[in-house]
Nanobody
């Protein structure tokens, strides 16, 4: 089992950048598929990006070319670099860890894009 804690959210102007981090505690981090999901107010949670243990990445079409997911298996961290942020990116962002069909979630961090 893994415990996930997100950090790095905040308020940013359109066109700006933010870097989200997720720190994992517990064993087996390097075997987890890690991901970031987001949930805009009043909407369903949606996939942002995932990264496999070996570093293969997948992105939602809406963030391709703007967001980058990465992981450090030695430090048990996964990050989401977000550039060219848009108001539509406003949401609570959640870190996810998945192994053997079991999902683990952080509590989320708020990202607000507004001028």
């Amino acid at each position: 089992q893994v415990r996930l804690v997100e950090s790095g959210g905040g308020l940013v102007q359109p066109g700006g950048s933010l870097r989200l981090s997720c720190a994992a505690s517990g064993s087996g981090f390097s075997r987890y598929v890690m991901g970031w999901y987001r949930q805009p107010l009043g909407k369903q949670r949606e996939l942002v990006a995932t990264i496999t243990p070996r570093g293969m990445t997948n992105y939602a079409d809406s963030v391709k070319g703007r967001f980058t997911i990465s992981r450090d298996n030695a430090e048990n961290t996964v990050t989401l670099q977000m550039n060219s942020l848009e108001p539509e990116d406003t949401a609570v962002y959640y870190c996810n860890g998945r192994i053997y069909a079991n999902d683990y979630w952080g509590r989320g961090t708020q990202v607000t894009v507004a001028s």
